[in-house]
């Protein structure tokens, strides 16, 4: 392996195609919300200095939601596996207080349909069509939770055709499973999804 490939691994420049994807940062997901991704916290002062990057790059940022109408069919009461969580206009289905969202984010409402789960943020949204408008080539891609949504995220981005960055430092899993997290991780990677962590970002 020449000196050039083994660096390839070891940093990664950002450039003009690349942009940031934040899935679902949503106060349900945290302590003290229904439907809490242990150690999600800690993704927090991380996810924001990938963001703060991104924008002194001039660089675009994405944000998916879990948006849920009240009586979604992922909800325990209507026969899903889930407790109620990110209903839309909630306090739950709102943004961590402390995530950094500079104006200029972009805010994807995924799972929004009553009869229908939606894990991926592609999945009924229009987040292709604004990546391919916006010249989208490279994905990186954290947030909430490894093993369902930045999953299905992660696998309809490869299955697009861009190229995807794991932020192995900002995301954390549900874990039904203890093994689930992990198990996706590797799931993303063996498809092509490249892990980084943020130091190999600063220059
Ligand atoms: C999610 C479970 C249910 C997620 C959303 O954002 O990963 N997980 N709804
Ligand atoms: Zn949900």
Not at 60 to 69: E, L, N, Q, S
Not at 127 to 132: A, Q, S
Not at 138 to 145: K, P
Request: aromatic content about 10%.
């Amino acid at each position: 392996m020449t000196s050039k490939e083994t660096s390839s691994r070891k940093h990664l420049d950002l450039k003009t195609g690349d942009a940031l994807v934040a899935v679902d940062v949503q106060n349900d997901f945290f302590s003290g919300g229904s439907l809490t991704v242990p150690g999600a916290e800690e993704i927090l002062p991380v996810m924001n200095r990938y963001i703060e990057i991104f924008q002194s790059k001039g660089l675009p940022v994405y944000a998916t939601r879990d948006w849920h109408p009240e009586r979604h069919c992922s909800f325990k009461s209507q026969g899903g596996p889930w407790p109620v969580h990110c209903v839309e206009g909630s306090k739950g289905a709102q943004f961590h207080p402390d995530l950094y969202l500079p104006d200029y984010v972009v805010v994807i409402s995924a799972a929004t349909e009553l009869d229908k789960e939606a894990y991926s943020g592609f999945e009924g949204t229009d987040l292709n069509e604004r990546f391919l408008a916006a010249g989208i080539r490279r994905l990186l891609i954290g947030g909430l939770a490894t093993d369902y949504c930045v999953l299905n995220t992660v696998k309809d981005a490869l299955k697009y055709g861009y190229e995807v960055f794991l932020l192995i430092d900002a995301i954390r899993a549900v874990n039904v499973r203890p093994e689930d997290g992990q198990n996706a991780i590797d799931e993303m990677t063996r498809m092509g999804a490249v892990p980084v962590v943020f130091n190999m970002l600063s220059e």
